[in-house]
């Protein structure tokens, strides 16, 4: 793990300078005016966009061998799917709460 | 026969760390992503929560101390990468000095997020009461925002005690790498945090 050359800074540089502007972004946008949920979905996507920055090249996952990648990548997808369980039943007590509808 | 070959040291039998990676390097991976599952629940439990309460709560106003810590934490990042690359490339004053400078960082982000605790309870917004009602927003806000100043306290602490030994001999490159993934997880969840916490509770 030593042994190998260190990436230059500059790759470092530009990846931090991404990551800036993106949270500012993230802070014009959440000064806009924008409904609830087109607000999550902008905020969600630029999330996605950090994180693929971070751990790619700030925690030099790309650097790995692919079994690991593969490996990280899978779990991470099985957790984002069982958080799925929960969002959906969120936005079901969302709309309940919007069509004055729901369980009887 | 058997025991003649288990007791003598063959070279090619000795097997390898799984995915070709320092054991430790691998064990960090495996604590990120055991708390990947933790702060995920404590954040789509927050947005559940969020979703289905109707008036939940927007206290923030200016959020030019949320802007300043979260720049901190995007900075440190830098500077912990700056000194990993020192460590690896033998400048051992370098990666030292970098890596203070990142636990400073993580310092300062702390009191900033403890002032700004602070200023919430000021407003009388407490872990089960406030001003507007929802009891759950207390308990929602301090717990989330309360586990992630937790991990990055402990960081910067941790970041302290790595660097002291990386100067004393004691702990070499890998370990710094090792560091270098906590602190970049903590920031990434810092990401996080603040969109959902924060930004989509402005003040209207």
Same mark, same amino acid.
């Given at each position: 793990m030593t042994t190998a050359e260190p990436p230059g800074i500059r790759k470092y540089v530009a990846v931090y300078l991404c990551l800036v502007v993106i949270t500012a972004l993230q802070f014009v946008v959440g000064y806009q005016n924008i409904e609830g949920g087109r607000m999550a979905v902008r905020m969600l996507t630029f999330g996605v966009i950090e994180t693929i920055l971070v751990v790619l090249f700030l925690m030099n996952l790309?650097?790995?061998k692919r079994a690991l990648i593969k490996f990280i990548a899978y779990f991470m997808l099985f957790v984002l799917a069982a958080m799925n369980w929960i969002w959906t039943d969120s936005f079901r007590l969302l709309l309940f709460r919007l069509t004055k509808t729901g369980p009887s | 026969m058997s025991h003649a070959v288990m007791g003598t040291h063959v070279p090619g039998m000795i097997e390898e760390s799984p995915f070709a990676i320092p054991s430790k390097k691998l064990a960090m991976w495996l604590f990120i992503m055991a708390d990947v599952m933790t702060f995920a629940a404590c954040l789509a439990a927050y947005t559940f929560t969020r979703n289905a309460? #109707?008036?939940? #709560?927007? #206290?923030?106003?200016?959020?030019a101390s949320v802007a300043v810590m979260t720049f901190i934490m995007l900075t440190s990042c830098l500077t912990m990468l700056i000194g990993l690359r020192a460590a690896k490339m033998g400048d051992k004053a370098g990666a030292f000095r970098w890596t203070m400078v990142t636990a400073i960082g993580g310092i300062v982000f702390a009191l900033l997020h403890i002032r700004e605790w602070m200023l919430m309870l000021d407003q009388g917004a407490g872990l089960f009461h406030n001003p507007w009602g929802i009891a759950a927003f207390g308990a929602a806000y301090y717990v989330i925002t309360g586990f992630s100043l937790l991990h990055i306290s402990v960081g910067s602490i941790a970041l302290i005690i790595v660097g002291i030994r990386y100067k004393g001999g004691r702990c070499d490159a890998d370990d710094l790498e090792v560091m270098n993934l906590y602190w970049q997880f903590v920031d990434l969840v810092w990401l996080f945090i603040v969109p959902a916490v924060y930004l989509m509770n402005l003040a209207r």
């Open positions: 790309s650097a790995e | 309460t #109707p008036d939940w #709560p927007r #206290p923030f106003h200016g959020i």
